[in-house]
């Protein structure tokens, strides 16, 4: 039977309104029953900024997280990777319309015939077009899982924001703390050379035994043997803080930062809005409404496939007997069903079916994991906070009991061993006071992190423009 044009447009509109979807979307939740409530913070709080390093009000820091947001190389890369997730996205929705080629074609041939050899040459010049009837909605759900991914790429660069300038202000505060456990143990150091000099003057003096001069050298060179390693540590985290910057170790100035004053509690508010807040799984939940759609792409591809084809043109071949010259077109309608292939679609459905399902767990696992940062971070405040008061305490303990012991043993009331317990154990607790009061500081930092927030979209926005 010869189709007329109408009766194929025809044909083809009856295809398109008989079209369905092959697949029904999977319901997507969290899994269920979310949290009703965070553990509630012990003390005040006061409500966190939207950039939420502005909370402890330091401006050197504040200069730092903008340089590193448009310095980091991990953030740098990780917008290459969306801008490619956003070019792949444009490429399957490009597939979605037609094309449109323009084709040339030159030719020279012979040609026997009964007069002899005939030699000319031949031109063609046309525009072919083609187009897939998406009947099966094959190219609308790649493109969907495409677009999907360059949103779970989008969030993943904002993930990266958010814990970029979380690691600075960690390590901002990690050089502000070795800085001042260095500074701890020099004075310590200084108080202990003190300390031998007076027990040498009274063992010359013949008041007090070799065994005190020998006790009060060791406590000294226990406490100069310490420096070497708060000094380490603070040169490892200028390197990692400059890195963090995009520059090479060393290349950071000088720091003059001390230990803020640690900013009241952040709220967690409430456990629903978490999920909105946090990048990473949002990001995880676009891939799996991605991997979804390719569910949902893989079982159309074992249907079958309509493409409309067609070329209109010009051609000339010029022979010895005379030219032949005119007009070309054609219109055909392509159909391919697939009859046996070996279970190859069949698999790749069930592949995408058991990725579908991967994703699904990981967006699940996502899920948990933030509420486990969050309920962390305020055990870690909540704990932290606790500490430092009782290390305030014992330092206020043992500054006394050093403070009487000297007196005691200077006025022979006593013997050296007193003197060395008391000066060892206010120098480990005033360095552990130090480490605590810094501990606290990366606590509210990783309460901050935890909540999310909705800067990092903005941010993303202008970095974007600068591309």
Same mark, same amino acid.
Request: hydrophobic share 45%.
């Given at each position: ?11 083809l ?31 005040p709080?006061a ?7 502005? =909370?402890? /009000?330091?401006? %050197?820091?504040?200069? &730092?997280?903008?340089? !590193?947001l448009? #310095?980091? $190389?991990?953030?740098?890369? +990780? ?26 074609q030159t030719?020279?041939?012979?040609t026997?015939?009964?007069l ?5 040459n031949s ?10 009837i ?6 609308k ?11 779970? =790429?989008? /969030?993943?660069? %904002?993930?990266?924001? &958010?814990?970029t300038? !979380?690691?600075? #202000?960690? $390590?901002?505060?990690?050089? +502000?703390?070795?800085r001042?456990?260095l ?8 108080s202990f050379?003190?300390?031998?000099e ?7 003096e013949?008041l007090v ?8 050298r ?9 420096r070497?390693?708060?000094e380490?540590?603070?040169?490892q985290?200028?390197h ?7 520059r ?13 004053e640690?900013? !009241?509690w952040?709220?967690a508010g ?7 807040r ?16 390719r ?5 159309a ?11 209109y043109?010009r ?8 030219d ?30 058991a990725?579908?399902r991967?994703?699904?767990? !990981? ?15 305020l ?5 932290s ?9 014992q330092?206020?303990?043992?500054q ?5 012991s ?12 007193p ?5 060892v ?13 810094r ?29």
């Amino acid at each position: 039977m010869r189709l007329t044009l109408p009766a194929l447009a025809l044909l083809l509109t009856g295809l398109l309104l008989a079209g369905c979807a092959l697949h029904r979307p999977a319901e997507i939740s969290a899994p269920a029953p979310l949290p009703e409530a965070f553990t509630p913070a012990p003390g005040p709080s006061a409500p966190l900024p939207e950039r939420w390093w502005l =909370a402890f /009000g330091d401006p %050197q820091l504040e200069a &730092l997280v903008e340089e !590193a947001l448009g #310095a980091n $190389l991990d953030i740098a890369r +990780a917008l290459a990777r969306l801008e490619q997730a956003e070019a792949a996205g444009r490429a399957a929705e490009a597939a979605r319309y037609p094309f449109l080629n323009l084709e040339g074609q030159t030719r020279r041939e012979m040609t026997p015939g009964i007069l002899g050899e005939d030699t000319g040459n031949s031109y063609r010049l046309s525009l072919a077009a083609g187009f897939e009837i998406d009947l099966w909605q094959k190219l609308k759900n790649r493109s969907l899982a495409a677009e999907l991914e360059g949103l779970a =790429a989008a /969030g993943e660069v %904002q993930t990266l924001l &958010l814990s970029t300038s !979380a690691q600075l #202000a960690d $390590l901002y505060y990690l050089v +502000a703390e070795q800085r001042a456990q260095l500074e701890l143990t020099d004075q310590t150091i200084a108080s202990f050379a003190d300390t031998l000099e007076r027990v040498e003057r009274r063992y010359r003096e013949g008041l007090v035994p070799a065994l005190d001069v020998y006790q009060a050298r060791q406590t000294l060179a226990a406490a100069q043997a310490r420096r070497p390693q708060f000094e380490a540590s603070l040169e490892q985290a200028r390197h990692a803080l400059a890195v963090l910057l995009g520059r090479y170790p060393g290349q950071l100035a000088a720091d003059t930062v001390a230990l803020a004053e640690i900013p !009241a509690w952040f709220p967690a508010g409430l456990p629903s809005q978490l999920l909105a807040r946090r990048p990473d799984v949002e990001a995880a939940l676009r891939r799996v409404e991605a991997g979804d759609a390719r569910v949902a792409a893989a079982i159309a591809e074992r249907f079958p496939a309509f493409n409309l084809l067609g070329g209109y043109g010009r051609s000339r071949t010029a022979f010895s007997t005379g030219d032949i010259t005119g007009s070309f077109w054609n219109l055909i309608l392509n159909l391919a069903q697939p009859v046996f292939d070996a279970g190859r679609r069949k698999a790749e459905v069930e592949r995408s079916e058991a990725a579908f399902r991967e994703s699904l767990a !990981a967006y699940h696992q996502a899920v948990l994991r933030a509420f486990q940062e969050v309920e962390d971070a305020l055990s870690g405040n909540r704990t932290s906070e606790q500490r430092i008061a009782r290390l305030e305490e014992q330092v206020e303990a043992t500054q006394a009991s050093l403070r009487l012991s000297l007196e005691r043993y200077l006025t022979g009331l006593s013997d050296y061993l007193p003197v060395l317990t008391a000066q060892v154990a206010q120098f480990n607790v005033e360095s552990q006071l130090l480490a605590a009061r810094r501990q606290l500081i990366a606590d509210r930092i990783s309460l901050a992190r935890a909540l999310g927030g909705t800067w990092m979209n903005e941010e993303l926005q202008r970095r974007l423009a600068r591309q």
